[in-house]
């Protein structure tokens, strides 16, 4: 009888983890044979310029206000107007990766963290904790949440016993797996709300339905009732995910398994001794300026949301969450010094953004200042209708987001065509956004580009938690698909 029980739970423990163990076998062979994130964008390129020559477009053409037009180039001469075309946005991009790992790191947010780390007793509830904590800094900022979320989850498997550190760092990453796209942060959004880090081929496509500048506030893509609602869902479906993905102590892995060592967190961010003999060196410690710099930014950000046209949430995009991030990370870092060492630490996690955006703006060019938007449009069209066109958009969003990581230059990508089609089928420019946002944001739990500073952070690999972000995905994202289907009958076009 006793053999027999122990059976059981070992049947049992084996049928609990299938799902984690076929996704683990999809990792190795992701790691295996797809290229590095560079990789994509350059094949990418070559795709969309084979694209364009299937479909009949020239391969050298430019129209005679060559300065001013947004539309009549050759593939060749679209790729060197777009490739350029990104470098506002980059910038911006490149600013709230910066802003938010020296939020993150700050001496009083670490103190924070390790207050956090106390409150999961059980490695589930740590598991499902640090899934909730992840989702809600991903909404408020998808930078901040990839450091702050790891460096908690460190703290946590050092206080918690049995608790499984893969499980831990998977969780880490799922703001940016579900949320972080329609949170405050989230790139498309805030492009369309910002006229200046809007192509101009594209602002034509947004007014010829809208009309106005060709813009699209957040009151009509994250702040609409329906967008909110799909988050709030798609975080309890999270959540619970977490709680049922949480493997068996017979399963589990701790950092000491898989041969991590953490030490105290607090030790690690204890403030650094003022040191300097130079009587110019005090500028560099005293909190003097910073103090006066953070005070002279609120009280442009008081303006600032004071004059905003209706809402003030109106007034919240890339420019002023950079000042926000900025203002508070000197203010937190309290001295200079500390600020500087902050951001040079996590300069690293910038480079990226830094030499990709540009061949992104190359791809933009040749989809945007071509023919070939409308194409991919009529496309889109022909094989959709009203209903079914958002979750077409979702899937499409998400496969494509496998292959270009990255949320704001991808939307950059896809957004001419498809808020083009959107506008033929009478579909709600704004649900469109959200659309890209839900779909855009599933697929970083399938491709390991954005969780690298979490596994830097964790000292793991990107094949110790993709098993968990892969059952994660098949989980939230046919409940995704529901939702982008049934509130966009709820919303008026444009």
Known sequence: MALDQASNRDAHAEQDNVIARLAQ???????RYLPDAFGFVLVGTFVIFAA???????MTQVPENVATATTGFGLVDAWGKGFWALVTF?????????????????????????KLALVPKTPRGAIAFTAAVAMISGYLNWAFSLIFTAILAREIARLVRGVDYRALGAMAFLGLGTVWAQGLSGSAALQMASAASTPDALKKIIASARGGTGVVPLSDTIFLWQGMASTAIIFL??????LLLSPSPSRAKTAEDLGITIKPLLEESADAKVVGTRPGDWLEHSPLFAILLSLLGLWYLVRHFGRATGSALNALDFNTINLILLMLALALHWRPLSLVAAIRQGASAASGVLLQYPFYGGIFGMIAYTGLSKTIAHWL??????????PLIAIYSCVLGIFVPSGGSKWLIEAPYVIDAANQLHVNQGWMVVVYDLGEASANLLQPFWMLPTLAILGLRARDIMGYTFAMFLACFPVVLVLVTVFARTLPFP
Not at 25 to 31: I, L, P
Not at 52 to 58: K, L, Y
Not at 237 to 242: F, I
């Open 237 to 242: 479906v999270g959540v619970g995910m977490a």
């Open 52 to 58: 364009g020559v299937v479909t009949g477009e020239p």
């Open 381 to 390: 069209v022909s094989a959709s209708n009203q209903t079914f066109f958002p």
């Open 90 to 114: 980059t910038l911006q991009m490149t600013m709230i990766i910066l802003g938010g790992y020296a939020v993150a790191v700050s001496p009083p947010v670490a103190r924070l963290i390790a």
């Open 25 to 31: 076998r999809f990792t190795v062979w992701t790691e």
